[in-house]
Nanobody
Framework: QVQLVESGGGLVQAGGSLRLSCVAS????????MGWFRQAPGKEREFVAA????????IYGNSVKGRFTISRDNAKNTVYLQMSSLKPEDTAVYYC????????????????WGQGTQVTVSS
């Protein structure tokens, strides 16, 4: 079992930056692939980024490539999402998720989810 708690969301102007954090409980954090997804009102859940359990492999959604960076610190049971050059269309609730193999961008591969943190980007 893994419990996930996100933090770091807030209101930021377009072009600004935010760093989201997700702290996991449990001693098996390092064995999980970790992902970030987001969901805007009236839209489907969207894949943002994921990092493999070793931290050696990352994948990104097309809409955030080059602007967002995912990383993890297994010693701190934490995964991060550094968001830069934010746009109004990045406004959404951002969710942290943990999953087992295979490493994937598909939300069905992630069995554990946090409660989400709101990110609002003003124009």
């Amino acid at each position: 079992q893994v419990q996930l708690v996100e933090s770091g969301g807030g209101l930021v102007q377009a072009g600004g930056s935010l760093r989201l954090s997700c702290v996991a409980s449990g001693r098996t954090f390092s064995s999980y692939n970790m992902g970030w997804f987001r969901q805007a009102p009236g839209k489907e859940r969207e894949f943002v980024a994921a990092v493999s359990w070793t931290g050696s492999t990352t994948i990104y959604g097309n809409s955030v490539k080059g602007r967002f960076t995912i990383s993890r610190d297994n010693a701190k049971n934490t995964v991060y999402l550094q968001m830069s050059s934010l746009k109004p269309e990045d406004t959404a609730v951002y969710y942290c998720a943990a999953g087992n193999s295979p490493f994937s961008a598909q939300f069905e591969q992630y069995g554990y989810w946090g409660q989400g943190t709101q990110v609002t980007v003003s124009s």
